[in-house]
């Protein structure tokens, strides 16, 4: 089992910047990957980006491409989202994940979600 828990969200001006946080915990050595999901009001729940700890590699969606960055602590088990030139259509609850097991058959485990809202 995983527990991950999501910190860092608030209110910030459009153009600004958030950085949130993820911390995982119980059986941290099973993860292969963490990611941050993120659902409006009356919306599908979407991928926002993911990083895979043991290769560092990245992915994220069209729509936050070169403004969010994704990473890691030294532990590999915090994942932080920074995101900068934030837009009002940002705004919704992010939530994080963590894959666990092999790739053939990973599992997610999903925090309870941190909001982030872009308003002036």
């Known amino acids: 089992q995983v527990q991950v828990v999501e910190s860092g969200g608030g209110l910030v001006q459009p153009g600004g910047s958030l950085r949130l946080s993820c911390a995982a915990s119980?059986?941290?050595?099973?993860?292969?990957?963490m990611g941050w999901y993120r659902q409006a009001p009356g919306m599908k729940r979407e991928h926002v980006a993911t990083?895979?700890?043991?290769?560092?590699?990245?992915n994220y969606d069209d729509s936050v491409k070169g403004r969010f960055q994704i990473s890691t602590d030294r532990a590999k088990t915090t994942v932080f989202l920074q995101m900068n030139a934030l837009k009002p259509e940002d705004t919704a609850m992010y939530y994080c994940?963590?894959?666990?097991?092999?790739?053939?058959?990973?599992?997610?485990?999903w925090g309870q979600g941190t909001q982030v809202t872009v308003s002036s």
């Open positions: 119980g059986a941290t050595y099973s993860i292969y990957a």
């Open positions: 994940t963590a894959l666990v097991g092999p790739p053939q058959a990973l599992y997610n485990y």
């Open positions: 990083v895979t700890p043991s290769t560092n590699y990245t």
